[in-house]
C-alpha cells in the first residue's frame, strides 16, 4: 500500500487568506501598483467588493495602502509578519497557561489542606503562660529555619509586655536567621515607654512592622502550619494569663495568614527610619506654626528638600493638604 503523498500548503493558505484574497494579492503583485478601480477591472468586479478585500488584505499585512494606490508587500515580508503575529500569539497563550498554573497552587494547597483535615484529627493544644507562647516561637522556629512568624497585637497592655519581656528573643532568633517577624501593632501604642526602641531593633534585624488604628485580636502564625489563637477572640492576652490554643491544621493556619495579609494591606509603615524620621521633623515643626525657610535653617537643609518631605509625607499619609498631613500624622502617632 503506498503513502498518500503528504499535502504541500500553498503559499497564499500560509500568508492565512482565502480563495478570493489570494485571486485579488495576485492581481496586487502583478500590477504592483494600483487603485481599486484598476484592481476592479482585472478582477472583474464590483468596486466596493474589490475595496473591502483590499481593506482586508492590508489589515492582514500583505498590501499598503498609498494615497489611494494599493503595493504589495514582498511576498517575504508578509510571510514574516504573519510569522512574528503568531509568535506573539504563542507567546501570550504560553503567558496564559503559567498564568493558571501559577493561580491554581492556592487551591491545591487548599485541597491538601481539606483532605487532611477530614482524614485525621484536628490538633489542637491549650497553652498556659506568657514564657510558654514566647518560647514555643522560638521552638517551632528551631525546628525549620528561617521560620515566618506573622503576629498581631491588638492592645497596649500585651504590647508593653512584649516590649517588657519578650521582644529580645524574638529579635535575637531574627539576627539568628532562625525567624524572620511581621507584626501589626495599634497605633495607640507608638508612644509606650520603650515601644519606638524595641520596634527598631526589630526592624535592624529584618523584621517588618505596620499600623492599624484596630487590631480585631491576637493571633499568630508561626511558618505553614502552626498558629496560634486567644482563649477568647478580641480579648488580650495578659487579662486571661495567656490562656491561648496551638493549632497544628494547615486549614486554619491559611486562614489566619489571609486574614492577616488583609489587616496588613489596610495598615501602614512606621515613620521611622531616614526618610521617616524627616517626614516627622517637618510635620512636627510645621504643626508648631514654623514656615518653611525656617524648618529648612532648624534642619540645615534646603527649602527643596523640606517642601519634598511635605510631599513625601502627604503621599504616605494619604492626605491632599499639609493641614490634613498634619492631623493625619498626629492621628497615628507620629508627632507624640
Known amino acids: 500500500m503506498h503513502n498518500q503523498p503528504r499535502r504541500v500548503a500553498e503559499p497564499f493558505e500560509t500568508l492565512g487568506l482565502d480563495p478570493a484574497q489570494s485571486a485579488l494579492y495576485t492581481a496586487v503583485l502583478r500590477l504592483h501598483k494600483a487603485t481599486r478601480t484598476d484592481l476592479a477591472q482585472a478582477m472583474d468586479g464590483p468596486v466596493e467588493k ?83 507562647l514566647y518560647e514555643s516561637v522560638v521552638g517551632i522556629a528551631l525546628q525549620s529555619p528561617p521560620m515566618e512568624l506573622l503576629t498581631a497585637i491588638p492592645d497596649e497592655r500585651t504590647m508593653a509586655d512584649f516590649v517588657r519581656k519578650f521582644a529580645d528573643p524574638w529579635i535575637d532568633a531574627q539576627k539568628r536567621q532562625l525567624l524572620s517577624v511581621e507584626v501589626i501593632v495599634p497605633v495607640s501604642t507608638l508612644g509606650l515607654p520603650g515601644v519606638r526602641h524595641q520596634l527598631t531593633r526589630l526592624l535592624d534585624t529584618g523584621g517588618k512592622v505596620r499600623t492599624l488604628d484596630r487590631v480585631p485580636s491576637w493571633f499568630m502564625t508561626a511558618g505553614p502550619e502552626v498558629a496560634g489563637l486567644p482563649a477568647l477572640w478580641g480579648g488580650n492576652l495578659p487579662d486571661h494569663a495567656y490562656n491561648f490554643y496551638l493549632v497544628r491544621t494547615p486549614i486554619v493556619v491559611g486562614m489566619l495568614r489571609t486574614l492577616f495579609q488583609e489587616l496588613w494591606g489596610r495598615a501602614v509603615s512606621l515613620p521611622w527610619g531616614h526618610r521617616g524620621d524627616g517626614m516627622v521633623q517637618v510635620l512636627r515643626l510645621a504643626a508648631q506654626g514654623v514656615c518653611d525657610d525656617s524648618i529648612a535653617r532648624q534642619l540645615g537643609v534646603s527649602v527643596r528638600t523640606v517642601r519634598a518631605r511635605f510631599a513625601d509625607a502627604m503621599a504616605e499619609l494619604g492626605a491632599q493638604s499639609r493641614f490634613h498631613a498634619g492631623v493625619e500624622a498626629a492621628r497615628r502617632g507620629w508627632l507624640g
Do not use: C, K, W
Not at 482586508?56 to 495602502?65: A, F, M, S, Y
Not at 504589495?72 to 503575529?85: K, M, Q, S, T
Not at 503559567?98 to 489542606?113: E, K, T, V
Open 50 to 132: 474589490v475595496g473591502r478585500q483590499l481593506d482586508d488584505l492590508v489589515r492582514l499585512g500583505v498590501v499598503d495602502e498609498q494615497s489611494g494606490e494599493y503595493l504589495a508587500r514582498h511576498p517575504a515580508a508578509a510571510l514574516g509578519r504573519v510569522i512574528a503575529e503568531r509568535l506573539d500569539r504563542l507567546a501570550e497563550e504560553s503567558r496564559r497557561i503559567d498564568s493558571a498554573l501559577g493561580s491554581i497552587r492556592g487551591l491545591i494547597r487548599d485541597y491538601d489542606a481539606g483532605r487532611n483535615y477530614q482524614s485525621g484529627t484536628f490538633p489542637v493544644e491549650m497553652a498556659n503562660g506568657a514564657d510558654v
